[in-house]
């Protein structure tokens, strides 16, 4: 069994910053893309950033030039840095692996979601 496990969410000031992790644990497994994706009320989840093996990234148009999505194949981990934050990047903020596990195959995998509130 594999877990998406994320950190970092919080309450933070318009124009603060904050940094969210994800590291993926369990049977053994291979890693294709990793992203980031987020719900706010009321809207449909949407994806803000994701990394591919390969390393090429994608962003939302709404936050580019202000987060980079990087990843750490050797932790299996992929993070998510926020600046210059709005309260219109209020949401949950879910960590998304595209991944192979060991006796499972390859499948899509989802953390349990962080709350990020920007207070303006």
């Known amino acids: 069994q594999v877990q998406l496990v994320e950190s970092g969410g919080g309450l933070v000031q318009a124009g603060g910053s904050l940094r969210l992790s994800c590291a993926a644990s369990g049977s053994t497994f291979s890693i294709y893309t990793m992203a980031w994706y987020r719900q706010a009320p009321g809207k449909q989840r949407e994806l803000v950033a994701a990394?591919?093996?390969?390393?090429?990234?994608t962003y939302v148009d709404s936050v580019k030039g202000r987060c980079t999505i990087s990843r750490d194949n050797a932790k299996n981990s992929v993070h998510l840095q926020m600046n210059s934050l709005k309260p219109e990047d209020t949401a949950v903020y879910y960590c998304?692996?595209?991944?192979?596990?060991?006796?499972?195959?390859?499948?899509?995998?989802w953390g349990q979601g962080t709350q990020v509130t920007v207070s303006s």
């Open positions: 990394i591919s093996s390969g390393g090429p990234t």
């Open positions: 998304y692996g595209d991944l192979w596990a060991h006796r499972i195959g390859r499948g899509d995998y």
